[in-house]
């Protein structure tokens, strides 16, 4: 049965460029896109446009601007974009706030831009914008945090699998009766609640006996979880492991643990794998952290942007969300140096 073979092509696009990656895909049959084209199922056929020779306009709207995982992802786009002199690039700060990233969604909507790379800062937050620009004929690729929505594509680092491989790491290396504190993402955001998910399904099938005795948020913040891991060293007299859904919150609760003269006592976990935290874990200061190669992940959310500008596909021509995943690395200190300088970021 014949399908939409241009969407098969994109993922062997993405998976040559992309080693290890996993690609996921609901695609229609014959008979659903027929219908589609004749109106009855809703759907438009896919009409693209010439993304090699007309101007293109792609706009990256962050969650924030200054997260250095948004500055990798950024750059990576801009290497891949660069290749292409008919396309401008243009990078808009969410300031962490669904109600600012909805505002600019409208704004590059009725601006026409040709795709949107979005970071969603809340996922039912993000949904309408995003069904809005798609049924706009303008595809959404989101890069990490995800909207709850049907969109053209999500390139995501591990998320649900990143916390099952901290939790194995952290439950491997402690005694029954461990302690272990959570210093957790912003609420709805799709990535630490994937990071939570997956962490607390594999304590409580695997290790039943290491008990999770508290979780607060520090919505993404080094400056929050610093705060946030003082009032746990205040409240615990003994903790284990402390899992951050981020590396920036994981370097704030260092610096607390550093203070208070504890970092013998426990391990430290973050999820990112910026350069700074790899330096962290080069002193002693954190124990490990699931890289994700930030770089090489934005140049695939521009290239899949491309792909859906020149084929005309948008959410339209989908049953769900095409997902791209970058393979992920558990460093520690064993390990770390194998982090080259030219894959740091």
């Not at 591990?158 to 504190?181: C, F, N, T």
Request: aromatic share 6%; proline share 2%.
């Amino acid at each position: 049965m014949k399908k939409l073979l241009a969407i098969g092509l994109a993922a062997m696009m993405v998976a040559g460029t992309l080693a290890s990656s996993a690609f996921a895909l609901e695609i229609k049959t014959d008979a659903e896109v027929a219908a589609e084209e004749s109106g009855a199922g809703g759907g438009e056929k896919a009409v693209g446009k010439d993304a090699y020779g007309e101007d293109i306009r792609i706009a990256f709207l962050p969650n924030v601007i200054g997260d250095s995982c948004a500055f990798a992802w950024a750059a990576g786009m801009q290497k891949y974009l660069d290749n292409f002199s008919n396309v401008t690039f243009d990078v808009y700060d969410g300031k962490a706030s669904v109600d600012t990233e909805v505002q600019i969604m409208d704004e590059l909507i009725e601006q026409q831009y040709d795709a949107i790379i979005l970071q969603a800062t809340d996922a039912a937050g993000l949904a309408a914008a995003t069904d809005k620009a798609e049924a706009a004929g303008i595809p959404v690729i989101n890069c990490n945090l995800d909207a709850a929505t049907t969109h053209t594509c999500l390139v995501a680092a591990v998320d649900v699998e990143a916390g099952q491989l901290m939790a194995r790491q952290i439950g491997d290396s402690l005694p029954d009766g461990g302690k272990v504190v959570i210093i957790s993402a912003t609420p709805g955001a799709s990535k630490g609640e994937n990071i939570d998910t997956g962490f607390k399904g594999v304590m409580e099938e695997e290790y039943p006996d290491i008990e999770i005795i508290d979780e607060q948020t520090g919505e993404w913040l080094t400056e929050n979880a610093n705060t946030v891991m003082n009032d746990f060293l205040t409240k615990y007299d003994h903790i284990d492991a402390v899992l951050c859904h981020n590396d920036a919150m994981a370097e704030g609760a260092a610096e607390a643990v550093k203070a208070a003269g504890r970092l013998d006592e426990m391990q430290i976990w973050g999820c990112d794998g910026e350069s700074k935290m790899l330096d962290y874990i080069e002193e002693g200061l954190c124990t490990g952290t699931v890289y994700t190669n930030a770089d090489l992940q934005g140049q695939a959310c521009a290239q899949f942007a491309m792909y859906a500008i020149g084929s005309g596909i948008t959410a339209a021509n989908l049953e769900s969300t095409p997902i791209v995943k970058i393979a992920p690395i558990v460093v520690t200190a064993d390990n770390v140096g194998d982090i080259t300088e030219d894959m740091r970021w």
